[in-house]
């Protein structure tokens, strides 16, 4: 940060952060577990009426699970 604040210099590429890169490309599949994303999405409950033609009408599912009604 103190080298670059506004962190304009993409340091992804660079070889000398593939390390970190891997780790915290770990950290993300660990923690989002994508094998659970079709349950995470089959999970939340289906809308009495059917707004749309989207099973969950209004309704968001974040990755950690949680349920987010959109309704205005």
């Known amino acids: ?3 670059d604040p506004r962190e304009w210099n ?3 590429s660079n070889p000398d952060y593939a390390k970190i890169k891997f780790e ?3 950290r ?3 923690f989002w577990q994508p094998e659970k994303q079709i349950e995470r999405y089959l999970s939340p409950p ?3 009426r059917k ?3 989207y099973y969950y009408s ?3 599912v ?3 699970g949680t349920i987010v009604d959109g309704r205005p």
Do not use: G, P, R, Y
């Open 46 to 48: 289906m809308m009495k």
């Open 62 to 64: 974040l990755s950690d």
């Open 24 to 26: 915290l490309k770990q």
């Open 58 to 60: 209004n309704q968001f």
């Open 28 to 30: 993300v599949i660990e």
């Open 1 to 3: 940060m103190e080298n």
């Open 51 to 53: 707004k749309h033609f």
């Open 10 to 12: 993409n340091l992804a």
